[in-house]
């Protein structure tokens, strides 16, 4: 079912706006830090705990301690292969804290609350029944650039339950927390400095991971049991454009754009394209109907790319340096400071449609993991789109 778009309910919330040192639970006032890594380099250590309501949440407490371990090594293995990434050095250094375990009555760095929220949480962030997953920032220490939260992850039975009628039924038992792990990767995403793409999610291989949709994606009930079963990651701070993956997905439920119909040579009248890639190549498909089932597509025409890649760095997180701060020298020269980089690559072609009628030089941008890719060409003697 890997070509079905659905109509998200995506009112899911990451760190994005805060009032200094405060609650960041989203709204967008009022930027500044609220972008900003809850740690950097200058933190050696950072305590979690992981607290389940086992009459709401259930998957043993084993389990969800194991997940989070595996989701918070790969944001460890991703930073760690993005320092090499960065040619003009990486000022800002990610991840690179020992994180231990500590029982949650001690008090911890980040609270793991699964199934559960407080009183106050619950009027801090809203009606929990909207939400998959959160991430909530609730103080930041300005002079030393470090903060401390907790993230919520939805109950699967109780008042608490989200009120989707698309999520799967007792998603977290499903493969042992394979679900959980892969919705903590997106959470603490947030915790380290990453935000929300505005894409949709791609795969069920991970693609889109910082999908503003990706929580509830991952728990459709067409497909949660695969995704929980096949746990692949792929690399964040390089281009995935190393297998077979789908560039762009469109299917409305209306008529396609008719410039996209008409450049890749597609009845104006069928409802769905997708793009896919692999090395050395770019194969369009498209469907008549809106089912997204994958056997009602038709191959419309291919691009073979000759192999020469441009390259493209952009850093990933920006750190906003209060004046207070004490980590980085010279914060009035540099109000921002950068972080780790990630990688566009772009690689030439011609597409030409099945029935030999149309044939179009292409520019394609490989997907990076947290957006989709594009297609650039000229159609008409113009750069489309």
Not at 228 to 247: H, Q, T, V
Request: net charge negative; glycine share 10%.
């Amino acid at each position: 079912m890997r070509r079905l778009l659905l109509s998200f309910w995506t009112m899911l919330m990451g760190a994005n706006a805060a009032l200094a040192g405060g609650w960041v639970i989203g709204g967008g006032e009022v930027l500044q830090d609220a972008y900003n890594p809850w740690f950097i380099q200058n933190t050696s250590d950072v305590s979690y705990c992981v607290q389940i309501d086992p009459n709401a949440f259930h998957l043993p407490q084993n389990l969800a301690e194991m997940r989070v371990r595996q989701a918070l090594d790969y944001w460890k293995d991703e930073f760690s292969r993005s320092v090499s990434m960065n040619v003009n050095g990486m000022p800002v250094q990610v991840a690179t804290q020992s994180f231990h375990l500590v029982n949650c009555l001690a008090g911890a760095d980040i609270t793991f609350q699964l199934g559960w929220l407080t009183d106050s949480q619950k009027t801090q962030i809203g009606d929990p029944t909207h939400f998959v997953a959160t991430t909530v920032r609730t103080y930041y220490d300005r002079v030393n650039l470090k903060g401390k939260g907790f993230i919520y992850v939805a109950a699967d039975s109780g008042p608490l339950k989200p009120s989707s009628n698309q999520i799967a039924a007792m998603p977290w038992n499903l493969a042992d927390g394979g679900l959980l792990y892969r919705v903590l990767v997106h959470e603490l995403g947030h915790v380290f400095g990453l935000v929300d793409s505005a894409s949709l999610p791609n795969s069920l291989q991970g693609t889109g991971m910082m999908s503003g949709a990706y929580p509830e994606y991952m728990l459709n009930k067409q497909w949660a049991a695969r995704g929980a079963e096949d746990l692949r990651m792929p690399n964040y701070f390089k281009s995935n454009a190393d297998g077979l993956m789908s560039i762009m997905v469109s299917c409305s439920g209306g008529q396609l754009q008719a410039t996209k119909a008409a450049f890749y040579g597609i009845n104006p009248t069928w409802k769905c394209l997708t793009i896919d890639y692999q090395p050395g190549k770019m194969t369009v498909l498209a469907a008549a109907d809106d089912d997204g089932e994958t056997n009602t597509y038709q191959m419309v025409g291919t691009a073979i790319l000759d192999g020469a890649k441009s390259f493209r760095l952009e850093n990933s997180i920006l750190v906003w340096l209060p004046p207070e701060q004490i980590v980085f020298p010279n914060p009035e020269q540099n109000i921002y400071t950068w972080g780790p980089m990630i990688v566009y690559e772009t690689v030439k072609g011609i597409y030409r449609s099945v029935d030999g009628k149309i044939t179009r030089p292409v520019l394609v941008t490989m997907p990076l993991n947290e957006t989709r890719g594009s297609v650039i060409g000229v159609m008409d003697g113009q750069l489309w789109p």
